[in-house]
């Protein structure tokens, strides 16, 4: 359980918590030149 290894902040790591790159994209221009993690994990098979 996140609660009784983190204490406090166990329900932060207990949650879902998507990410995206959509504001580094905008915020500098970036658009990424490498294979995502799904293709990148494909690749090593």
Known sequence: ???ETFG???AIFAMDQPASSA?????FGWTPTH????QNLENLR
């Open 8 to 10: 406090p902040l166990g």
């Open 23 to 27: 504001h580094t994209r905008e915020a």
């Open 1 to 3: 359980m996140p609660e």
């Open 35 to 38: 294979p995502n993690l799904l």
